[in-house]
């Protein structure tokens, strides 16, 4: 560890420290062969393309393609406060053999077999999808049944809430559970999939070895390719492959991958900027889900319009923090101790209006004058966190980068126990080190002989790095991934 001359007698490492998985592999679980997590891609890229399309009645013939449902007077009344002006809407993949689904082969009833909350900060700025293990054992509360009477609260499979009383069972089983209040549910089955996949011109993926397997029927060689089709379907639901150790949880991280793809290829200028296209992949997906019926064409066309600035590198994808089930090795249970934090920093973020800058004031005759800030864009942070919160640099990294910021480096640096947080900077940075202290109030700005010329450091102490009008920064999941990333970044 090297010692640095900085103010308050600081000290830290130079280089961030390795993280660790939170998560072992889990043993292979029983149940369907079929996936559609990667389906539901569909839904949160049609949400963030949707809004390049503004004629009505474009909008009035994809509104006619969406089958609704009423599911109000199932979701009863003990139900989260709504808290803020975010989207929460859960997303779901029906397993049903029924209709167009038929050609999949028999199944014995109907589950959801994917389950994912996708949140939508106020005002579009950001997106997180947070996918539930299929096989969580979760309290599933009394629902309506599909013959209209009631079950009881049963402790069971979290995919089981949708066989039971369908997708109201399982929007208030996630309710319950994760005390966050939803607004819309959307429903996916996997008929559609090869359709919308083909409307994209297909969807690059990466793999790290050569592919063959029956029973999936998907061939596929080693590194980067561009998948259609068959052979999208065959990656999304195989798990005899070898891809990834044949676990559930091993499967949602590889799948989240596919749908970080398709959120770029979704969002690419070329989508956006060509109405046939973009109508094309609305159309193929409309034709493909279910909704309730206040997801309306006016909601969805005020949320199209928030969601005009977002791009794949404001969505990222997690997995609920998960541990063994102690009664049985082929199932989970939320890890309440990562899971907490996650759940109580969607249910608060709320993105409030952005307060007007302070006056200067009145300065005595001979007193030096505070430096004028530079424009956001004009200033480079190096960011490290020198707490134990797990994350909290990369959270702060991306909100200062929303503001404009360009983010130079994210670390981590140890500090005695009293550490409040820095900004610090470089010779010649006077002036970006105060545009980043009107982001971060309460941190005066302090030159440091170290820093290196027109630098600016932000070292996050046990104060915390608090911008007005941002919700509190989302904790860091193990295995998280984000839509912008590079397919080939974990292969």
Same mark, same amino acid.
């Given at each position: 560890?090297?010692?640095?001359?900085?103010?308050?007698?600081?000290?830290?490492?130079?280089?961030?420290?390795?993280?660790?998985?939170? /998560?072992?592999?889990?043993?292979?679980?029983?149940?369907?062969?079929?996936?559609?997590?990667?389906?539901?891609?569909?839904?949160?890229?049609?949400?963030?393309?949707?809004?390049?399309?503004?004629?009505?009645?474009?909008?009035?013939?994809?509104?006619?393609?969406?089958?609704?449902?009423?599911? =109000?007077?199932?979701?009863?009344?003990?139900?989260?406060?709504?808290?803020?002006?975010?989207?929460?809407?859960?997303?779901?993949?029906?397993?049903?053999?029924?209709?167009?689904?038929?050609?999949?082969?028999?199944?014995?009833?109907?589950?959801?077999?994917?389950?994912?909350?996708? @949140?939508?900060?106020?005002?579009?700025?950001?997106?997180?999808?947070?996918?539930?293990?299929?096989?969580?054992?979760?309290?599933?509360?009394?629902?309506?049944?599909?013959?209209?009477?009631?079950?009881?609260?049963?402790?069971?499979?979290?995919?089981?809430?949708?066989?039971?009383?369908?997708?109201?069972?399982?929007?208030?089983?996630?309710?319950?559970?994760?005390?966050?209040?939803?607004? /819309?549910?959307?429903?996916?089955?996997?008929?559609?999939?090869?359709?919308?996949?083909?409307?994209?011109?297909?969807?690059?993926?990466?793999?790290?070895?050569?592919?063959?397997?029956?029973?999936?029927?998907?061939?596929? !060689?080693?590194?980067?390719?561009?998948?259609?089709?068959?052979?999208?379907?065959?990656?999304?639901?195989?798990?005899?492959?070898?891809?990834?150790?044949?676990? =559930?949880?091993?499967?949602? *991280?590889? *799948?989240?991958?596919?749908?970080?793809?398709?959120?770029?290829?979704?969002?690419?200028?070329?989508?956006?900027?060509?109405?046939?296209?973009?109508?094309?992949?609305?159309?193929?997906?409309?034709?493909?889900?279910?909704?309730?019926?206040?997801?309306?064409?006016?909601?969805?066309?005020?949320?199209?319009?928030?969601?005009?600035?977002?791009?794949?590198?404001?969505?990222?994808?997690?997995?609920?923090?998960?541990?063994?089930?102690?009664? =049985?090795?082929?199932?989970? *249970?939320?890890?309440?101790?990562?899971? !907490?934090?996650?759940?109580?920093?969607?249910?608060?973020?709320?993105?409030?209006?952005?307060?007007?800058?302070?006056?200067?004031?009145?300065?005595?005759?001979?007193?030096?004058?505070?430096?004028?800030?530079?424009?956001?864009?004009?200033?480079?942070?190096?960011?490290?966190?020198?707490?134990?919160? =797990?994350?909290?640099?990369?959270?702060?990294?991306?909100?200062?980068?929303?503001?404009?910021?360009?983010?130079?480096?994210?670390?981590?640096?140890?500090?005695?126990?009293?550490?409040?947080?820095?900004?610090?900077?470089?010779?010649?940075?006077?002036?970006?080190?105060? +545009?980043?202290?009107?982001?971060?109030?309460? @941190?005066?700005?302090?030159?440091?002989?170290?820093?290196?010329?027109?630098?600016?450091?932000?070292?996050?102490?046990?104060?915390? +790095?608090?911008?007005?009008?941002?919700? !509190?920064?989302?904790?860091?999941?193990?295995?998280?991934?984000? +839509?912008?990333?590079?397919?080939?970044?974990?292969?």
């Amino acid at each position: 560890m090297q010692r640095l001359a900085a103010p308050d007698n600081a000290f830290w490492d130079e280089d961030p420290a390795p993280q660790s998985p939170r /998560h072992q592999p889990r043993p292979p679980t029983r149940g369907r062969g079929w996936r559609v997590l990667g389906w539901l891609s569909i839904v949160m890229s049609a949400l963030m393309v949707i809004g390049s399309i503004g004629a009505y009645m474009t909008w009035r013939s994809l509104d006619g393609q969406i089958d609704r449902e009423n599911v =109000d007077d199932k979701l009863g009344d003990k139900r989260p406060a709504k808290l803020n002006n975010s989207m929460n809407i859960l997303l779901m993949g029906s397993d049903t053999r029924a209709g167009e689904n038929a050609r999949y082969g028999a199944e014995g009833g109907e589950r959801s077999d994917t389950t994912i909350l996708l @949140h939508i900060s106020p005002g579009g700025e950001r997106a997180i999808g947070i996918s539930f293990p299929r096989d969580t054992m979760v309290q599933i509360p009394s629902c309506t049944k599909r013959d209209g009477g009631k079950s009881v609260p049963q402790l069971t499979m979290m995919n089981a809430a949708y066989s039971i009383g369908g997708p109201a069972c399982t929007w208030k089983t996630i309710e319950a559970t994760t005390d966050i209040r939803i607004d /819309h549910y959307v429903e996916v089955d996997f008929s559609g999939f090869k359709r919308v996949v083909d409307a994209l011109d297909g969807v690059e993926i990466c793999v790290p070895k050569a592919i063959n397997d029956p029973k999936a029927e998907l061939v596929l !060689k080693k590194g980067r390719q561009t998948v259609r089709g068959d052979q999208a379907l065959g990656y999304v639901r195989t798990r005899t492959g070898g891809l990834g150790d044949g676990s =559930d949880l091993s499967r949602i *991280q590889r *799948q989240q991958t596919f749908m970080a793809s398709v959120v770029q290829k979704a969002t690419a200028r070329g989508m956006l900027t060509d109405p046939g296209k973009a109508y094309g992949f609305l159309s193929a997906a409309t034709k493909s889900i279910k909704a309730d019926d206040r997801l309306t064409l006016s909601v969805m066309q005020k949320l199209a319009g928030s969601l005009k600035g977002m791009s794949a590198g404001k969505v990222r994808f997690v997995t609920v923090p998960v541990q063994a089930y102690p009664q =049985d090795k082929n199932r989970v *249970q939320f890890n309440m101790a990562l899971a !907490k934090p996650l759940f109580e920093a969607v249910k608060q973020d709320n993105t409030l209006p952005e307060p007007a800058p302070p006056p200067i004031p009145a300065q005595r005759p001979g007193a030096k004058v505070p430096a004028r800030p530079v424009q956001p864009s004009k200033v480079q942070v190096a960011i490290y966190n020198a707490t134990k919160t =797990d994350g909290l640099g990369q959270r702060t990294a991306d909100q200062l980068e929303e503001k404009g910021f360009k983010i130079a480096k994210v670390g981590t640096k140890k500090a005695s126990a009293g550490f409040r947080t820095q900004i610090l900077y470089g010779t010649g940075a006077e002036r970006q080190a105060a +545009a980043l202290a009107a982001a971060l109030p309460g @941190h005066p700005p302090k030159p440091w002989a170290g820093g290196k010329p027109g630098l600016v450091y932000l070292v996050i102490g046990k104060d915390g +790095a608090v911008m007005p009008g941002e919700g !509190k920064p989302l904790p860091k999941i193990n295995g998280e991934v984000r +839509a912008d990333r590079d397919v080939c970044a974990q292969t």
